[in-house]
């Protein structure tokens, strides 16, 4: 049938590789054709233009986009992104990888993501407030609690899920919490919520170090990106023992073999917005951060950096994916090759972030609310499930940890798929 369907709206190379990547899984589980097209490509794509007045009087557009990947087993969750490399396609693979990370952590959502066309540094905050607004409101016949539940990615934050919030809830006539997670506390964000991602990667590492024997007091870990994820993680990794060698943002990185203090780089770059001259440790680039000798690497940024070209010099013995999709499929086959190098895949690695933005979905839809401790041991739980199942799936059918991963994730949206039938 349409095994060579491609789709011209999302030309993009990460877009090639969420595909590939599909087509792997797919290949692996021996997915029928009839099956197979549907689960792969989104259900539905919204572009808007988003015009925005800027501060100093004149009207800009900007573009932005929602791909709902699947709504097949529930309303669809995904992020927003201000970036100014933002494509549709990007945010096509990334609305994909959704959907198996919800179906793998046992979520009854689909996968969506968005994405504004925009560097935000460029901003002021009250055209950035201007510019999430008016995103929101172009969205709206097409989100809400059982839709689309949008959340924070790279470039947003709570006080953006707060204006988002607020915007859909004034069309609606009441307050809507419900309507995205990632919002401040004040407006009913989760305890627990802001540090989830990173500290579901922090948590996933420290179980595999210990099932590869190595206590987290003699692990040396790099991470690059030192936003939401990437910070967290390291302020978790600290907590349990880990010595941070290396962290970096955009401006680039640094270095120190001794330990770098994490709280004092969180500080800092509270105060300057960035990394930049920290005086930590010796400054390094991101291409060298991950080519260091350590423990544990985490690539917690962008993806497709871990490439055909580093793949072979990597010196990590755990690579923990705390950003989504960065490691190529070429390169993927290169580690394939190394056994010495464990991959905790993104799907699997970074779900702590969805998890708890489902919690904040529960607690809103009940209007009841948990502790910090309660939303954490719950999401232990989930992310133990959810690796004991890919840890089984591996074994089962000799497959690598992603592959174990991507099939888990992409069967359980084909299951779902079947079971509802065609409509109409």
Known sequence: ?????????????????????????ADAINLSAEVR???????RAIAVSIPVRRDDGRIQMFEGYRVQHSLATGPSKGGIRFHQDVTIGEVAALSMWMSWKCALAGL??????????????????????????????????????????????????????????????????????????????????????????????????RAYLEELGIPPAQATVAIQGFGNVGGETALALAEFGARIIAISDY????????????????????YNKSLREFDGGAPITNEQLLELECTVLAPCALER?????????????????????????????ILGDRPEIEVIPDVLCNAGGVIVSYFEWLQNRQSYYWTRAEVLEKLHRQLDQ????????????????????LTLGIQRVADAKLARGLFP
């Open 1 to 25: 049938m349409n095994q060579h369907h491609n789709s011209r709206l999302y030309q993009s190379e990460v877009f090639r590789m969420a595909c590939r990547q599909f087509d792997l899984a």
């Open 251 to 270: 401006t680039g990185g640094i270095h120190n073999p001794a330990g770098i203090d994490v709280k004092k780089a969180h500080a800092y770059v509270a």
């Open 108 to 205: 009854p959502y689909g996968g969506a993501k968005g994405g504004v066309v925009v560097d935000p540094r460029t901003l002021s905050p009250t055209e950035l407030e201007r510019l999430s607004r008016r995103y929101m409101q172009e969205l709206i016949p097409f989100v809400g609690p059982d839709i689309d539940i949008p959340a924070p990615d790279v470039g947003t934050n709570e006080q953006i899920m707060g204006w988002m919030a607020d915007t859909y809830s004034n069309h609606v006539g009441h307050l809507e919490p419900a309507v995205v997670t990632g919002k401040p506390l004040a407006l009913g964000g989760s305890a627990g919520r802001r540090e989830a991602t990173g500290h579901g990667v922090a948590y996933l590492i």
């Open 386 to 405: 959810a690796r004991e199942a890919v840890e089984a799936q591996k074994r089962k059918m000799k497959f690598s940890r992603r592959l174990a991963a």
């Open 305 to 333: 950096v871990i490439t055909e070209e580093n793949a072979p010099r990597l010196r990590c013995r755990l690579l923990a994916e705390g950003a989504n999709g960065p490691t190529t499929n070429a390169a993927d086959k």
């Open 37 to 43: 097209a549907r689960v792969k490509y989104p259900r």
